[in-house]
């Protein structure tokens, strides 16, 4: 549209379409801003509703994750440098998984996160246990604790009453040394096959969910 009045509008048409540009640009400002204000507000309204692992629980902060719908709510405590999280994925099916870890190698990647990973057994029953990824194909299999870089404790899960939602929590004791910035990484899975969380999607939102996060803030 630009191009073709080039030749023939006359300048006050450009002058007051540069205006009117001006408004939408400055209207669409306004409407990203206040939709940031809102996304950071999400996690903050959520309240954990006390079922069976959870018992409604408090979290001094929380950060709504960028990727697949997840937030992760926290208690870092720098005097004996732990952290408590929940993690909560949305999750559709009660046959799915969600995961989430720390990398201490720092690396914006799977390959090497210590995590914790909850799903639904055939049996019914939650599973909820730290593992260790040690590749793009890891075993899945619960950790020895000798497997972990850093002592996870407290892992447990909690499928919210319309099975819409998995939530894992842990407590985990940091690095030491480190301060309280890492990266970490989690994830969500549609499949569980006997007893197994299954292979997730490769592509997309499911290969760039991880970030640096500073427990302290
Ligand atoms: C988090 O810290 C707050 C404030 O100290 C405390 O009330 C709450 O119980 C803690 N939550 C967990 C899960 O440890
Ligand atoms: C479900 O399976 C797990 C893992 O095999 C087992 O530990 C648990 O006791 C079973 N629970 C029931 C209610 O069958």
Sequence with gaps: MEMAAAGTAPRRFSASSAIASLAFVLAAVAACSSFGAEAAAACLSHTFSGGSGGGGRLYASCTDLPRLGAALHYNYTAATNTVSVAFRAPLGEDDGWA????N??????MVGTNAVVA???ANGTLAAYPTVLDSYAPTMEPAAPGDLAFPVSGVAAEHD???????VYATVA????EGSKFTHVWQRGSAVVNNVPAAHPTTGDNVLSTAT?????
């Design 99 to 102: 995961a989430w870890g720390i």
């Design 104 to 109: 201490p190698s720092g690396r914006a990647g």
């Design 119 to 121: 799903f639904r057994r």
């Design 161 to 167: 009453a319309e099975g819409k939602e998995m939530v």
């Design 174 to 177: 940091l690095p030491a040394g």
């Design 213 to 217: 996060i500073d427990f302290s803030q």
